[in-house]
């Protein structure tokens, strides 16, 4: 069974494009965030990544002209924030509709430094400063400059319960410091609400992070220690949300560990239980399922559902999207989730459509088909890619295996290998990048073979073979966009 998300009833395919009555922006406004760089220094753009509840960032970049002025506009359906970035970063907040004008140092990297000093202009300009006010205060305080090596000693010596106790503590004082700040400032109630999210956030991302984090630290595998099974009931006791989607970036958090860590918990406990093996799509639709059983907030159903139905077309699993129609539609009822949602849908189908590109085909031999390009391949140098649909960094690599193909067209065979992983999602995505290497999808027992066979413990993973047959490399360092990985495949070339 693989991991949901990569920590993280079989469907028949179909090539009509869902219609859906909202896939226009009909509900949502523009906002333009524009303003001016003081004594830019170094860097000749500036990003702005805006938090998107149920989905995940848009990030944008801006190139600052002569004088070091930029803009932003982007369309957004509710309020949420957004990180601007500028040697530093920090957060904005935006409603549908704002024009807001920021004019900030370029010459410091101290975040703390340049919040003291940042100006807002036009809509939401008091919110704003009163925002940049609470983080420039936070960051400077000891909340965030806390003792690394101290918290790294907890997170490796302390049981769950006592490492609870110990966030639990953190918090109380974070609790502090946000009221103080609150009878001190007098904000306005969206400020004060906001800020309270974003003071829990690293509470909720230390509790969720903590079972991984300890593992590393004592080197144990997941069979050898692992947390119970209502450990993750502590994302059950988040505030409402409600009234507070401006804060985005707090709430994408939650509803991303929600999905992954509560609902991923569940939908494991309830496979174990039924005892059986599931293929990817099966387990896709327990997931979507699960959601809905699990999640009694109609809000933060919506959310997780969004949230894990975009992250499948990312993957490019277009046929599971189709066949959960009907879901969809009776659970994710607000604009500003549906409407994304499908468009996002539609933009992927139809770039899929578009494509000529023939499909790879299956592999029916496993292991034995990887051996017999080794053999049949001795003399050349080999890089193999071991990835998963569901993998995000897989993906983001696929651009530089592509270079990667293209300064050693001749004497380098590049051998894709997909594991546990949705046929359908598999074709799409082999269509979108269309590398013009070795492709097979290996079902779950030649999956669970090969990672046996090359130790193979996560995604992705890659292997370097040289002329001999033999491994030379292996590992996520040689992925394709480190700078060294053509060196050492120019170094096997010359052997």
């Not at 060294?484 to 495949?489: R, V, Y």
């Amino acid at each position: 069974m693989r991991a949901i998300f990569g920590i993280l009833l079989i469907f028949s395919l179909t090539t009509t494009v869902i219609a859906h009555p909202t896939l226009s922006k009909q509900n949502a406004r523009p906002v333009i965030i524009a303003g001016k760089v003081i004594s830019p220094k170094g860097e000749s753009s500036i990003t702005l990544a805006v938090n998107r509840v149920g989905f995940h960032q848009e990030e944008l970049t801006s190139p600052l002209d002569a004088t070091g002025h930029f803009k932003f506009r982007f369309y957004a359906y509710i309020p949420t924030d957004a990180w601007l970035s500028y040697q530093t970063n920090f957060l904005v907040l935006t409603h549908p509709g704002d024009s807001v004008y920021i004019e900030l140092d370029g010459t410091t990297n101290d975040r703390a430094t340049l919040l003291k000093t940042i100006v807002f202009k036009g809509d939401a300009a008091a919110a704003n400063q009163s925002a940049a006010l609470f983080q420039q205060q936070y960051y400077a305080g000891p909340l965030y400059d806390y003792d690394y090596d101290k918290h790294q000693d907890k997170i490796k010596n302390l049981e769950p319960a006592a490492f609870i106790r110990y966030c639990d503590s953190i918090r109380k004082e974070s609790i502090k410091f946000h009221e103080a700040f609150i009878k001190r400032e007098k904000p306005n109630a969206e400020v004060a609400t906001w800020s309270r999210l974003f003071i829990d956030d690293t509470y909720y991302y230390n509790l969720n992070f903590y079972p991984d984090d300890h593992r590393k630290a004592l080197v144990l595998k997941r069979s050898e220690w692992k947390v119970a099974d209502n450990y993750y009931d502590f994302l059950l006791n988040y505030h409402d949300i409600k009234p507070s989607l401006i804060s985005g970036h707090a709430i994408s958090g939650y509803i991303e560990r929600y999905t992954i860590r509560y609902i991923g918990s569940k939908v494991q406990h309830d496979i174990v239980a039924l005892n059986k093996t599931f293929t990817n799509e099966q387990e896709d639709s327990i997931t979507i399922q699960s959601i809905i059983k699990y999640t009694k907030d109609p809000l933060t159903r919506a959310m997780s559902l969004c949230y894990y139905l975009n992250d499948l077309l990312d993957q490019g699993a277009t046929g599971t999207f189709e066949k959960s129609k009907a879901i969809t539609n009776a659970n994710i009822t607000y604009p500003f989730l549906l409407e994304p949602l499908y468009t996002k849908y539609s933009d992927i189908k139809k770039a899929l459509e578009s494509d000529n590109h023939t499909p790879i085909q299956l592999s029916n031999t496993g292991i034995s088909f990887v051996d017999s390009v080794i053999q049949v391949n001795k003399g050349k140098v080999i890089y193999i890619d071991i990835w998963a649909t569901w993998c995000g960094p897989c993906r983001e690599e696929f651009p530089y295996a592509q270079k990667l193909e293209d300064t050693f067209p001749n004497n380098v065979v590049f051998l894709y290998l997909c594991l546990d992983s949705n046929e359908n999602a598999y074709q799409n995505l082999v269509k979108k990048y269309a590398h013009h290497g070795i492709h097979r999808l290996l079902d779950d027992k030649q999956s669970s073979a090969l990672k046996l066979k090359y130790k193979v413990d996560g995604f992705p993973h890659y292997m370097l073979i040289d002329k001999k047959g033999e491994i030379a490399f292996a590992g996520y360092t040689i992925k394709p966009s480190e700078d060294g990985t053509s060196s050492l495949i120019n170094e096997l070339i010359r052997k």
